[in-house]
């Protein structure tokens, strides 16, 4: 193609190009995003796949980021060891996902993922509570918050165990045709 | 007690077959019953802890389930406590004690394992690459077919606890994605939910393999043509994308946009984007067909060059009418370069094509058949490339049941990812707390009955408003069309005057026009407030509908006012006259949007800034300014015809409108209150485009090429008696070279010109139309079906494992009960002793 960046090889990536929502050009602009979150610790070459990974507390401090109250769980979500250091690829992935081309599936599956605070792969009533104070930054009174909880188990569980699977999750996404365009963040 | 429990793993694999050995299913669970009824008294060799920890089981086990207490260190992951299945005391299950072994068995169901790891991910992939491959008929072999049991719907896999069938799976799904084409391979790796690394992992193997096929020489050699033109072709698809991207038109300021205000605002401006590209595609193919080799060859002008004022950019009159821009400029004969007579390059107007003794080897261009099908090809690509968005993006947005889950939907669809700065998140913060109480109110008291009186006093302001709003529309409907009769009278009239006074006087319509567009939905507006809807969605609904009233009577009635009047008025050049109307409304449209932008948001905003003292700023009217979007792309659409240049004033148009209204809504706008439903919209405004739109500029443009007799001074189709008679001709002229055409020429004409078969081919329509609307009607009824499935397996569940967890405690005997209590007694003689300390 005649570029001449040195940071990943031809077949990096075209694995890349294959593997996620993003051409290769957009993959040289993350890299950058991600270098500059720490310019000393992310090296320009990444032909010989390095292990580096940025912790938790620079990632969410990203402009997309900072203002999502969701932004500790999302990065959580993506990370291998689920404490929130992200990994080059790791960092691809998540913006991969929350891209405008992503399929709607795999949205569900990662929106799950974030909304799951206690990680037990149910939507418990906690995950719910939580949820709910972080969309509403704690204005809705305690019985209100009990009384939406309560309200959106039973409109969405189906299997009566008093809990969202993610079946039941996927189940009412696949009613909300708004998700696409507000699961998404532009990078 | 921990042991791993050992399924079959060919039991509980999805696949399609139908299960070989159900009884391999209940042998299962007698051997779990099994391994726990050997369960041995705990002999005195056990440690302290391992004894506390086997009784902190047993005692929670017996303890009313008490929420989130008790984890066994270390097995949070493993044990799932089901405590409470309801919240209903009534309920059989909440007295219920699960053993560690049912718990065990609950947490490894298929359904619990969904995308938490990745054996069930490749599992379910590869069930999915297996049906894919069956859908593109090439046949997997027999070995890769596993004996299975149940099948389900989805193709959900299951959690294997060896790792020796997990490379097992993988190496299946690589083989699989071997086997598919290039285009699937990729879809099923991008949809994949496994991290990228391993994504290209999987990639690797399968290209490993692929490559290894095709050194092996197994491939054909046309197999080998095929693929290596695929991969040219998918090369060539990712540079076209990233030209593309590296185009970046306007991603930045969208970004902007969308960080500061949300998905509803960004749309208004992709909606721009959007029709910027319509619009060039148009430019291109006119300015490529039409413009282009008539201003290589320019016609002998008769008239004198009239000189430039600058009053001509507004009124597109004057030294502008005899230019390219305009239809009469156009040749109505075959346009030819000439042979070197004299030195130099002449013109010869030739009429009918006939030759004036130059030898042969010129290039001929028939510019009335150029001009006939570059518009109608154009229309009919755009007619495609609309009915496909609009069907995408019905597609996307529309859901059968829309009443059930909406507080679900609320709480987990309404937050949007996109915004970034802090005044706006706060904002949405406070909208989605406000609907969902109000959400809560409506769900909690949902009878909210009014009196008889009340809803007649309603009905009556509704009936009001209507009446203001039709009543004022058919009054501004009817000045215009006097207006335009008295103009054209003056303009027939008055032709001794100053003729820049009369260019001047020709805005005054276009004038009116604009000014009634800007003043009614104001008006209307007004009359919303008063008649204060309860839903936020009707409301822009009604407002949608009833500024699109407007807008259609005022192109309704100017349509008949051009095609009708001024047609027939014996004009030299009517629609050299038409095309240059149409570009004074674009143009005065476009400055009466300023002016609206000027006063509406920016004098709005330092006025209550200043004046009233209050910190709401004016809010940006989606709904109004996407209508004022499509009103002026309709114009552009109806004046192609007329001025092949306007879809290059409309592309300017549209940049500049994009920066003012950019930097106006950054400037002077607040984040949107209301709840703003953008895929509904987007659908909404796509059929605009498409139906009164689109359909109504075309429906003219047929009507003008069909049955109005052109002007007979200029313009490529002066002699005809239509301008579809240039296409007829062209057939004829081929016809007659060519005698086996004719038959082709005949079965054309048949079927154009009798209206029995347009009737065949709606009616056709109509049908396939109300069969799809069946089909739409029989999933509905069977979701319904399946969500009463679903609760009944659920139940089932329940069921099953309560029997099975009270075969488990019949089997213990007796004797646990006695254990239980001086389990009990120990344990709290043991914390007891701790307290003491």
């Known amino acids: 193609m005649g570029n001449k960046q040195t940071i990943f090889t031809d077949e990096q990536l075209d694995a890349y190009q294959d593997c996620t929502f993003f051409t290769r050009k957009e993959i040289l602009r993350l890299h950058g995003r991600y270098h500059e979150l720490a310019p000393h610790l992310v090296p320009m070459d990444y032909t010989n796949d390095p292990d580096c990974k940025l912790p938790l507390a620079l990632i969410v401090n990203m402009p997309e980021l900072k203002e999502n109250p969701f932004r500790n769980r999302i990065v959580e979500a993506f990370s291998e060891d689920g404490m929130g250091n992200l990994s080059f690829n790791e960092f691809v992935d998540m913006f991969s996902v929350l891209s405008e081309t992503a399929p709607r599936e795999l949205k569900a599956i990662y929106a799950f993922k974030i909304y799951d605070f206690n990680v037990d792969n149910f939507l418990c009533k906690e995950d719910l509570e939580k949820t709910l104070n972080k969309l509403t930054k704690e204005e809705l009174t305690p019985e209100e918050v009990d009384l939406v909880c309560e309200k959106t188990i039973e409109e969405a569980d189906l299997d009566g165990d008093n809990k969202l699977s993610f079946a039941d999750f996927e189940n009412m996404i696949s009613r909300a045709p708004d998700f696409l365009s507000t699961f998404h963040i532009r990078i | 007690m921990a042991r791993n429990v050992n399924f079959d793993p060919h039991l509980m694999e999805a696949g399609m077959e139908s299960p070989l050995d159900e009884e391999d299913v209940h042998h299962s669970f007698n051997q779990i019953i099994a391994e726990n009824s050997q369960s041995v008294a705990p002999s005195e060799a056990f440690e302290l802890q391992q004894l506390q920890w086997e009784l902190t089981e047993e005692v929670e086990d017996s303890v009313h389930p008490l929420p989130g207490q008790g984890h066994a260190p270390g097995e949070e992951q493993q044990d799932q406590r089901d405590f409470g299945w309801g919240g209903d ?30 054996g069930a991910i490749i599992s379910q992939y ?39 069938a997990e490379a097992r799976k993988r190496e299946h799904l690589v083989n699989n994605l071997q086997n598919l084409s290039v285009s699937d391979r990729v879809r099923m790796l991008r949809e994949m939910p496994l991290s990228v690394a391993e994504k290209s992992n999987l990639r690797g193997l399968a290209l490993q393999k692929e490559r290894q096929t095709q050194a092996s020489g197994q491939m054909h050699c046309c197999s080998r043509l095929k693929y290596y033109t695929i991969i040219a072709a998918r090369q ?88 390219v821009m305009y239809y009469g400029y156009y040749a109505n004969y075959t346009l030819q370069k000439s042979c070197r007579v004299d030195g130099g390059h002449h013109n010869t107007s030739l009429s009918n094509g006939t030759m004036r ?210 047609a027939d008025s014996g004009l030299t050049c009517w629609e050299s006259y038409v095309g240059q109307e149409l570009y004074r409304f674009l143009i ?121 007799k052109p002007s007979s001074s200029c313009g490529p189709f002066r002699e005809l008696k239509t301008m579809f008679q240039a296409g007829k001709r062209w057939v004829e002229k081929l016809e007659e070279g060519n005698q086996n055409l004719s038959v082709l020429a005949n079965a054309y004409s048949y079927l154009v010109e009798h209206p029995f078969f347009l009737f065949l081919g709606a009616g056709i329509f109509l049908i396939v139309i109300y069969f799809h609307s069946q089909v739409v009607d029989g999933q509905r009824k069977i979701i319904s079906l399946l969500q009463e499935q679903i609760e009944n397996e659920g139940e089932d569940k329940k069921f099953l494992i309560s029997r099975l967890q009270s075969i488990h405690e019949q089997r213990r005997g007796p004797n646990r009960r006695q254990r239980r209590q001086v389990c009990v007694q120990l344990l709290q003689l043991k914390q007891g002793v701790i307290y003491t300390h």
């Open chain 2, 126 to 164: 590869y069930n999915r690459t297996m049906q894919l491959r069956r859908r593109r008929q090439s046949r997997p072999s027999i070995k890769d077919l596993s004996r299975s049991a149940r099948p389900s719907i989805r193709g959900y896999g299951n959690e294997e606890d060896t790792t020796d």
């Open chain 2, 357 to 566: 003794g130059c030898i042969s080897n010129h290039h001929h261009y028939n510019m009335p058949l150029a001009y006939f099908f570059t518009i109608g090809v154009s229309f009919f690509i755009t007619c495609i490339i609309l009915v496909y968005s609009m069907s995408k993006s019905f597609g996307r947005s529309f859901r059968i049941d829309k009443s059930h889950s909406v507080l679900a939907m609320k709480v987990f669809c309404s937050w949007d990812f996109k915004v970034v700065k802090e005044t706006s998140v706060k904002i949405m913060s406070e909208n989605i707390c406000t609907q969902l109480k109000e959400l809560l109110a409506e769900v909690s008291h949902k009878d909210d009955t009014k009196t008889a009186g009340q809803k007649l006093w309603r009905l009556m302001v509704h009936a009001l408003a209507w009446a203001i709003c039709i009543g004022s529309t058919t009054a501004s409907v009817v000045s215009i069309f006097y207006f335009s009769d008295n103009m054209h009278q003056n303009l027939k009239k008055r032709s001794h005057q100053d003729p820049l006074l009369k260019e001047a006087s020709m805005l005054a319509l276009p004038v009116l026009v604009s000014f009634i567009n800007l003043l009614l939905p104001g008006l209307f507006n007004l009359s919303a407030w008063m008649e204060d809807y309860e839903s936020p969605s009707v409301r822009t609904y009604v407002s949608i509908s009833r500024n699109l009233m407007l807008k259609v009577s005022i192109l309704g009635v100017l349509c008949y006012h051009w095609l009708g009047r001024v």
């Open chain 2, 588 to 708: 005065m449209e476009f400055i009466f949007t300023l002016l609206d932008t000027l006063f509406g948001e920016l004098l709005w905003r330092l006025f209550s800034e200043r004046v009233l003292r209050r910190r709401r700023r004016p809010v940006f009217d989606i709904a109004r300014n996407v209508l004022e979007l499509i009103y002026g792309q309709t114009l552009a659409w109806l004046g192609v015809l007329f001025t092949p240049l306007l879809p290059a004033v409309q592309i300017l148009k549209l940049l500049l409108l994009f920066y003012i209204k950019k930097s106006s809504v950054m400037m002077n706008c607040q984040a949107p209150r209301k709840p703003y439903r953008v895929s509904q919209m987007t659908t909404i405004f796509i059929t605009l485009l498409c139906f009164p739109s689109f359909v109504g500029a075309s429906v003219c443009v047929t009507y003008t090429m069909w049955s109005i």
């Open chain 2, 236 to 323: 060539g698809w990712y540079s076209w994308l990233s030209f593309l991207h590296s185009l970046q038109l306007w991603q930045v300021p969208l970004k902007r946009v969308s960080g500061r205000f949300g998905t509803g605002v960004l749309s208004y401006f992709v909606f721009i984007k959007t029709l910027l590209l319509f619009n060039v595609f148009l430019f291109l193919v006119t300015g490529a067909f039409l413009v282009l080799p008539q201003a290589l060859f320019p016609p002998d002008l008769s008239a004198d060059k009239r000189s430039f004022y600058g009053l001509e950019l507004l009124t597109g009159a004057g030294y502008f009418t005899d230019s």
């Open chain 2, 89 to 118: 005391e009534t309920d059989p299950l909440i007295a219920n004690k699960w053993s560690s072994a049912t718990l065990r068995i609950l947490s490894s169901m298929p359904s619990r394992t969904i995308g938490r790891n990745r």
